[in-house]
């Protein structure tokens, strides 16, 4: 399918790339390859898998900007997913976000759409570096591309709203700024026209301008990705995280829904030991805080920075890895030695003693985030938590945090110093710990 009007394109192999990435010449004949590397079809490599998964390898992305402005669908207020012996379209939703999904999203994108001018269709129809298999990106895939312009590794990348492949309620799909990486679906009253909520974004071919944010609204972009390299397996079945009832500890296999060594539930498990641990598990409920501060108040952070440019890393490259999973301790304990004794979110984390274990801490962004995914938007809520605003140890910059939102699992950044705001709720805390 081609669409009739003329765009005017700008993709990544137009553009002249560091001799770095233009050396790794086994990448471009489809592997082995690394994160930067330049693929198959003249996209940057995003994604390393370490073993192939039923998807492939590897996963490269290469922008394209185009003067025609997309909206995400055809059917802007009804869902691709149902309930069905397969699983329930909470949980479908939920795993169409995730890596190597990007492909069967756009297929059923376009399923139910048809022919016509959208991202999705658009996507599919494209054909770059002899190679006709892109796909629009998961808000997984999408955000791995986020990362390496973060880092720097994409200094040509146009800096803007881009369109993922996965919806999060029948009128709503995820999209990613570019400017900050901040993940959105204009859900819940955030997204407004002159003040007024909108109902739907999927019709939409440009970002809403958010409150109390200096980012323009902007025409939604494209990011043509693809999956390549050696496949294992097939796509697995709908995911159903449920309360196991079982308690595990430090020496046996634990498995997501156990009961921790400390009380609480398993809610991520890494596949094999890393340098933090292997599996997350949450502070049990009667734990949980409401309207700390994120920080110590009487501190000035401008004065005193929690991070710096160091070692040629920059302090804003630092917030972008301080994100990840695995990093909620890390990010922890380097609040409190910067802040020292004080009532305050990392503080309270880090002083908790539960069940004997005296190791929590207050999660990354994305550990938070998993939480979520995994405690709260089960079909039976795991662990129930409040649909209200969490604090991350992730900072945005000298004024702001991460937060999730788990009323619907967007993430934002909020002031440090909030306690509450008119007609919100305050931002709530629940501790993690990692083990094994």
Known sequence: MRFGRVLFVCVLGTIALPATFASATSCRNGGPCAVGDVGPGGGLVTHVSRTPQWWGSYIESRPVVTAQV??????STTSLYADDSAGTALRKRIDARGMGMGAVNTQTIIQQSGSGEYAAAYADALQLGSRSDWYLPSLDELDAAYHLVAEGKWPTMVRGPYWTSSENAPSFAWYQLFQDGTQFTDQ?????????PIKSNKDLTQNSKHAMSGFPSLPFGVMATRAFGERAGSMPAVSRPLVSGVAC???????????????????????????????????????????????KMNVADRRRPLYRDRNGVSARVQRVRAKLIGMGQINTSAIVKNYGPGSYAARYADKLIVNGKSDWFLPSHDELEQMY??????DVPMDPLQKSFYWTSSEYDFDNAWTVNFKDGQQFDRMKWTIAEPGMKP??????RAFG
């Open 188 to 196: 819940s009253g955030v997204g407004r026209v002159n003040g007024v």
């Open 373 to 378: 995914l995994v405690l709260q938007a089960a």
């Open 427 to 432: 931002i709530r805390l629940r501790a993690v």
């Open 249 to 295: 500890t430090q020496v046996r296999p634990c498995a997501v829904g156990d009961t921790g060594p400390g009380g609480g539930i398993v809610f991520y498990d890494a596949g094999s030991r890393q340098s933090w641990g292997r599996y997350l598990e949450a502070a049990p409920s009667s734990t949980e805080v409401i309207g700390l501060t994120w920080k």
């Open 70 to 75: 997309l909206p995400w669908s055809l059917q």
